[in-house]
């Protein structure tokens, strides 16, 4: 299920790749959220940071993961164990590039986020591995710069 996208949110190409740009998005972030393409490994921005604060939708702003869930996986994108709230992040199968994989959106927006396996730590064992491109990040006023 794909959500309905709120009237206040982009609704065209064009406006999506505006919105972005104005967000200060890296160029990647418009095809990795809306076409669902995939960043290299170990090349996003979030995939080494470890700054507490709350990882959010580039996107809509949607608040989608805390720092205290994530970890390092050594996949090479920034990875999670579980969403900031049930329901933040919605899954659905993706049969694309010849294989079945699970594929995490935001829940507000739609926005491609990246896939979900079922090899993460406890206790939930989900590895929701996330695109750096799909994230913006918004530190703990009250933490430590690391």
Not at 49 to 59: A, E, M, S, V
Not at 78 to 90: C, D, H, I, N, T
Request: charged share 20%.
């Amino acid at each position: 299920m794909t959500p309905s996208l709120p009237a206040s949110l982009p609704q065209t190409e064009a406006e999506w790749r505006a919105h972005l740009s104005a967000k200060g998005a890296e160029p990647l972030a418009y095809e990795v959220t809306r076409r669902a393409a995939t960043e290299r490994p170990f090349t996003g921005q979030f995939e080494r940071h470890w700054q507490p604060g709350h990882y959010r939708c580039i996107c809509c702003d949607a608040e989608l993961f805390s720092s205290e869930t994530k970890f390092d996986a050594g996949c090479g994108w920034p990875s999670f164990y579980q969403a900031a709230r049930e329901g933040a992040v919605l899954d659905r199968v993706d049969r694309s590039l010849g294989m079945t994989r699970v594929e995490s959106v935001c829940a507000q927006c739609g926005a491609h986020l990246g896939h979900v396996f079922e090899d993460g730590p406890q206790p939930t064992g989900l590895r929701y591995c996330m695109n750096s491109a799909s994230l913006a990040f918004q530190a703990n006023p009250d933490a430590p710069a690391v």
